[in-house]
């Protein structure tokens, strides 16, 4: 049977002219929100409010002083860090005062004192050792910090850092040895503080709440039970904690927040890694192996 002619006088080969005129019209009308959806990926990181609400010796050193040294070079790391902008220690202490509360801490307490102050984040430090060695004529500090992460809604993290300082030269003396140690693990702290301000990447795809798919894996430290705060410019989205990790990418499960407003590319922030002090002992049989593949 003879196939029937069309009824257009158009011919075959122009055919595809209306269609390629509806595309180009659909992507006129989109570009705005095209362009939209760019600067919201391209927004830059938002300044992060950091409160230090105490810094305490527990070290049983001879000298004292000690915490104010930790308070000036915790301070002094935190004001080279251009993401981060320091609560007045004067406006923490009124809020303390205020609140009526009195260290240590407890999270709640950091809370409070970081709405009371307008902080996103609050850290408590505690010097956990001193040390002068005389035989090497070094100094030593190992500084404890507990961060609550206001904004990530995130528990508190608390972490520890070593500072290591020796002559280099310089006629210090023992207590200028032990400073420089202070100064040195307050600028280590600083540092590892300032994972949770970075971005890390992006979402690439958010499959659905237990399979967000994220464009950075194990080669950026991310780890299994990582935990993860997604942002929007300037509005909390979600946490997530990472489930799977590897050199090709990881991906995450939504612990809490508005899954539906994920969209790929989409920024999020680290701010809690898991817990890799445990002892052998603590594992139980097949977990310690486990364990070893999540460390970075």
Not at 74 to 91: F, K, R, T
Not at 95 to 113: C, K, Y
Not at 211 to 238: F, K, M, P, Q, Y
Request: aromatic content about 6%; some cysteine; overall charge negative.
């Amino acid at each position: 049977m003879k196939a029937l002619e069309p009824t257009t006088s158009m011919p075959r080969r122009h055919a595809w002219l209306p269609l390629l005129g509806l595309a180009l019209l659909a992507a006129v009308l989109s570009y705005p929100a095209l362009a939209d959806e760019i600067e919201r990926v391209a927004a830059p990181i938002p300044t992060t409010r950091v409160a230090l609400v105490d810094v305490t010796d527990g070290s049983h050193y001879s000298q004292g002083g000690m915490a104010t040294a930790a308070a000036v070079g915790l301070l002094d790391a935190m004001a080279d860090v251009g993401s981060i902008q320091i609560v007045s220690p004067e406006a923490v202490v009124e809020a303390v005062d205020a609140l009526g509360l009195m260290p240590p801490f407890e999270a709640e307490q950091l809370h409070a004192i970081a709405e009371a102050v307008g902080a996103d984040l609050a850290v408590s430090v505690r010097i956990a050792g001193l040390l002068y060695i005389d035989h090497t004529d070094q100094g030593v500090c190992a500084l404890r910090m507990r961060m609550l992460d206001r904004r990530a809604r995130m528990d508190v993290t608390t972490f520890q850092v070593r500072g290591r300082a020796d002559q280099n030269g310089e006629a210090l003396g023992e207590r200028g040895l032990v400073e420089k140690a202070i100064h040195e693990a307050a600028y280590a702290a600083v540092q590892r503080l300032t994972t949770a301000l970075t971005v890390r990447g992006t979402i690439s795809i958010p499959f659905d709440k237990d399979r967000i798919r994220l464009n950075v894996g194990s080669d950026e430290g991310l780890r299994v039970g990582t935990r993860l705060a997604v942002w929007d410019n300037s509005e909390w989205v979600a946490d997530l904690e990472v489930t799977e990790a590897s050199t090709l990418g990881a991906r995450a499960k939504i612990l809490k927040g508005d899954y539906d407003a994920l969209y790929p590319g989409i920024a999020f922030f680290v701010t809690a890694w898991p817990e890799t002090d445990r002892q052998a002992g603590d594992y139980q049989e097949g977990e310690i192996d486990k364990a070893r593949d999540r460390m970075p």
